[in-house]
Nanobody, 125 residues
Framework: QVQLVESGGGLVQAGGSLRLSCAASGRISSWYVMGWFRQAPGKEREFVASISWIGSTTYYEESVKGRFTISRDNAKSTVALQMNSLKPEDTAVYYC??????????????????WGQGTQVTVSS
């Protein structure tokens, strides 16, 4: 089993920044893809970003390109999401997800087997 724990959420004004972190533990190795998703009230959970196990390949949802950056530290089994120029529409619960393999092009919720509990991000206008 793999356990994922997110941290770093909070309340920020529009234009501000937050850095989310996800710590992985349990039966984890470097051979896994990590992703971030978010879910706003009344909406489906949606893909935000993903990163390959070596960190060389990343994917982003169109609306966050140029503002968000995903990164990972395999030595520490962590993945981060740096969020800049935040907008009110970025308000959501953000979830960390993991799936074994090296295909970072995983954008669907059911592509990932392991999930964190989520962390709230609220952007005020």
């Amino acid at each position: 089993q793999v356990q994922l724990v997110e941290s770093g959420g909070g309340l920020v004004q529009a234009g501000g920044s937050l850095r989310l972190s996800c710590a992985a533990s349990g039966r984890i190795s470097s051979w896994y893809v990590m992703g971030w998703f978010r879910q706003a009230p009344g909406k489906e959970r949606e893909f935000v970003a993903s990163i390959s196990w070596i960190g060389s390949t990343t994917y982003y949802e169109e609306s966050v390109k140029g503002r968000f950056t995903i990164s990972r530290d395999n030595a520490k089994s962590t993945v981060a999401l740096q969020m800049n120029s935040l907008k009110p529409e970025d308000t959501a619960v953000y979830y960390c997800a993991a799936e074994y393999g090296n295909n970072a092009a995983l954008r669907r919720v059911h592509d990932y087997a392991y999930w964190g509990q989520g962390t709230q991000v609220t952007v005020s206008s």
